[in-house]
């Protein structure tokens, strides 16, 4: 599975932006994905996760309330929607791959190169 993750840019504190991944290679709608960001001089965090099947979605409690995954297993694609956007939310976001559904970085097996985010204050 390849990924291209799509869709940051700058934005003001307060605002909103939609992250996009999209997906090449067979079995899309069998993986489980996620969004991870990892801001400068800090780890990779996860953010969000949604399973293949039955769609159950997953969020770190930094984010719950103000973003949403989804996907369209028909676009081979994952959308990271992100509503109240905080200073503290810049970071490169990442959207990865893996057959568990997982919130740790370990777990996932594909990676995307990242799209960068910034919220100014």
């Known amino acids: 599975v390849q990924l291209q993750a799509s869709g940051g840019g700058l934005v003001q504190a307060g605002g909103s932006l939609r992250l996009s991944c999209a997906a090449s290679?067979?079995?899309?709608?069998?993986?489980?994905m996620g969004w991870f960001r990892q801001a400068p001089g800090k780890e990779r965090e996860f953010v969000a996760a949604?399973?293949?099947?039955?769609?159950?979605?997953y969020y770190a409690d930094s984010v719950k309330g103000r973003f949403t995954i989804s996907r369209d297993n028909a676009k081979n694609s994952v959308y990271l929607r992100m509503n109240s956007l905080k200073p503290e939310d810049t970071a490169v976001y990442y959207c990865?791959?893996?057959?568990?559904?997982?919130?740790?970085?370990?777990?996932?097996?594909?990676w995307g190169q990242g799209t960068k985010v910034t919220v100014s204050s």
């Open positions: 990865a791959a893996s057959l568990v559904i997982a919130t740790t970085h370990t777990s996932y097996a594909y």
């Open positions: 290679g067979r079995n899309f709608s069998r993986y489980n």
């Open positions: 949604i399973s293949w099947s039955v769609g159950s979605t």
